[in-house]
């Protein structure tokens, strides 16, 4: 079925729409309407594919261009090959999407989460490549116990790509690997011996949680329009007796957006300076920036004061579980033995999995499509938003994988959780965020980069339908509207 640059195939359950004015590739464009198709239940595991002369004449594309993209998918995983009986969707592509697959069975259909990056262009042929060239080389040696710093080879390669990328001072023997960020502040926590710290707020609850439940003792430093208030500090420190450090967010404060602003930034470098305590910085997806100057990491200016914090969880996948800390000389050996108490270090073949990833150039090329998608998908919030919440306020957008969204109105967090959810979308409301939750309920954070363009507009379209009914006094769950404190 032809339409005016527009392509359906006709199969009912292989809708795969090839737009010829695109920017996209039309191969891209068909590998990416599979992968939804697989990843939303569309195509349910276990479906057979249309041969690809079938979809060829159907999608009016040559038959080489369908075998290109049907092979890219069996290479990824999302289909299976069987010799002389076709290409078939497969079960573990659709397992893994079970939410997205769940619209109609009441399961959250579109996820506004805000801590995945697009989960389904995780770049499986170059991490599998990686993977077997490591397994074909490793040395028996390699084998054996690892070195709690983490493998030599990858803490090579990190110290020369976040010189190149962050502009860190990142010698290899001031490198941890860590399983993610988590990992990095349970191995403080325990290494400065029941610290206490000055952290965000708001800030990322999991942290706080995971600080408090290895003997950190927290202090909230507020949050404004350009990033933490960090005058605060020594007020801060004054109630709390002494402070240790301050965890900060300062390339995309977590979650409002927000980069710290240049003065702030000095006062911080000058807090540290004076030996006030360390400032731990968490440089988590630093990597997406779309419409502003590229901000170097802090630690480059101060490296013997700041603790530096990285992570592949934003630029590969949280599965990976891998991380790194760039510390202080001061802090290495403390944190190296924290690591050997926790576990004796970090699996090894993974790490020189990804250090062949990087110094083969696919993490950037990765990063570099990534950032492309990522932007398109931010536009599509943006866009979004505007038409079906007129007044409401998009914020936080210029770098990152998620937005804050201030509604024209407030609403009850959980009456409001509960009607988008009745409609299966799920948000993460900013007052969730705070350490104080009851005081703030005029924002919600929106996860972008794990959702489609289509799903996005979707999803926003049915929190406005959800809102209205709230709005109305008819939700299922009794919500009601309130008057908006003004904005901070
Ligand atoms: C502020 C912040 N830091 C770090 C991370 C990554 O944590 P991890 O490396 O433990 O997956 C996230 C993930 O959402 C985050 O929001």
């Known amino acids: 079925m032809q339409h005016t640059g527009t392509t359906f195939a006709g199969n009912p359950e292989l809708l795969v729409e090839l737009r010829r004015q695109h920017k996209l590739p039309l191969r891209a464009q068909l590998e990416d309407g599979l992968r939804e198709a697989a990843r939303s239940g569309r195509l349910s595991g276990g479906a057979r594919l249309p041969a690809t002369r079938a979809l060829a004449a159907d999608l009016g594309v040559s038959r080489r261009l369908v075998v290109d993209a049907y092979a890219q998918l069996v290479a990824e995983g999302y289909l299976t090959a069987r010799r002389g009986a076709g290409t078939y969707v497969s079960d573990a592509a659709t397992a893994a999407s079970a939410p997205a697959a769940a619209v109609e069975s009441g399961a959250l259909g579109v996820d506004f989460f805000p801590g995945f990056p697009d989960l389904a262009s995780f770049p499986r042929r170059e991490w599998l490549r990686a993977v077997r060239d490591t397994l074909a080389t490793a040395s028996a040696a390699s084998l054996g116990y690892p070195d709690a710093r983490g493998a030599l080879e990858l803490r090579c390669v990190l110290a020369e790509h976040l010189r190149r990328v962050r502009g860190v001072v990142a010698d290899p023997q001031r490198i941890v690997v860590c399983s993610g960020t988590a990992q990095a502040l349970v191995l403080l926590a325990r290494a400065l011996g029941q610290p206490h710290l000055a ?288 904005p901070a």
């Not at 968490?282 to 530096?308: M, S, T, V």
């Not at 914090?309 to 510390?327: D, M, Y």
């Not at 108490?341 to 699996?347: C, I, N, S, T």
């Open 199 to 486: 952290v965000e707020d708001p800030g990322l609850p999991p942290h706080r949680a995971i600080l408090a439940a290895h003997g950190a003792r927290l202090s909230a430093l507020p949050v404004d329009a350009e990033g933490a208030r960090v005058a605060e500090l020594p007020r801060v420190a004054a109630q709390a007796g002494s402070l240790d450090g301050v965890l900060v967010t300062p390339a995309h404060q977590c979650p409002t957006g927000v980069a710290l602003a240049p003065a702030r930034r000095a006062a911080l470098l000058e807090w540290a300076a004076t030996g006030s305590g360390f400032v731990i910085e968490d440089d988590y997806d630093a990597e997406y920036r779309y419409d502003r100057a590229p901000l170097g990491a802090l630690q480059g200016l101060a490296p013997d004061r700041i603790i530096y914090l990285g992570t592949v969880s934003k630029t590969l996948a949280p599965a990976l579980r891998l991380g790194w800390l760039v510390l202080p000389p001061a802090l290495v050996e403390l944190v190296v033995e924290q690591r050997n108490l926790a576990d004796h270090g970090a699996p090894t073949l993974e790490q020189l999995a990804l250090a062949r990833l990087m110094q083969s150039g696919a993490y950037d090329r990765h990063l570099r499509q990534a950032r492309r998608r990522y932007r398109a998908r931010r536009d599509a919030l943006i866009d979004a938003v505007a038409r079906y919440h007129p007044g409401a306020r998009v914020t936080g957008i210029a770098a990152g994988l998620h937005a804050i969204v201030r509604l024209p109105h407030s609403f009850e967090v959980a009456a409001l959780m509960r009607a988008a959810a009745a409609r299966s979308v799920g948000v993460y409301p900013l007052a969730l965020a705070y350490m104080r939750p009851e005081a703030h309920d005029d924002g919600l954070v929106l996860g972008y980069a794990n959702l489609s363009e289509s799903r996005i507009e979707l999803g926003v379209r049915a929190l406005a339908e959800a809102l209205a009914e709230l709005s109305d006094g008819v939700g299922a769950n009794g919500g009601r509207r309130r008057r908006a404190p003004a």
